[in-house]
C-alpha cells in the first residue's frame, strides 16, 4: 500500500500563487507515476500534471500548461504543484494520486490521497 498526504492548499487571491505537496509513504517502490488531480463542487475530477516517479518525466493538461509547474524530491518521497497566476477557476479541491503501471497519463491511478482544498478570490 502507497499513502498520500496533500498539503499547501488554502485561500489566495486571484494572480497569487501556492504550493502544494503531496508526500508519500509506504511501498514508494511501487510507484511509477505521480499525478495531481483537482475537483470543483458540482464538476467532474480533471487531470491537471503527472511525473513519472523515478525520471522526472512529465506530462500537463493543457489547461495549466505554463501556470503550474510539478516537481519532485525523492529524497523526501514528495511530489510538489507550484501553481502561478490563479484564477477563480482553479478553486476546487486538489488531489494528488499514485499509479504502479507504467505511463504518464491521466488514467488508473490506483492510490488516492484525502485532498485539499484551494480557494481564489477575485
Known amino acids: 500500500q502507497v499513502q498520500l498526504v496533500e498539503s499547501g492548499g488554502g485561500l489566495v487571491q486571484a494572480g497569487g500563487s501556492l504550493r502544494l505537496s503531496c508526500a508519500a509513504s509506504?511501498?514508494?517502490?511501487?510507484?511509477?507515476?505521480v499525478g495531481w488531480f483537482r475537483q470543483a463542487p458540482g464538476k467532474e475530477r480533471d487531470f491537471l500534471a503527472a511525473i513519472s516517479w523515478s525520471f522526472g518525466s512529465t506530462l500537463y493538461a493543457d489547461s495549466v500548461k505554463g501556470r503550474f509547474t510539478i516537481s519532485r524530491d525523492n529524497a523526501k518521497n514528495t511530489v510538489y504543484l507550484q501553481m502561478n497566476s490563479l484564477k477563480p477557476e482553479d478553486t476546487a479541491v486538489y488531489y494528488c494520486?499514485?499509479?504502479?503501471?507504467?505511463?504518464?497519463?491521466?488514467?488508473?491511478?490506483?492510490?488516492w490521497g484525502q485532498g485539499t482544498q484551494v480557494t481564489v478570490s477575485s
Open positions: 509506504g511501498r514508494t517502490f511501487s510507484i511509477y507515476t
Open positions: 494520486a499514485a499509479r504502479r503501471a507504467r505511463g504518464i497519463t491521466g488514467e488508473l491511478y490506483d492510490y
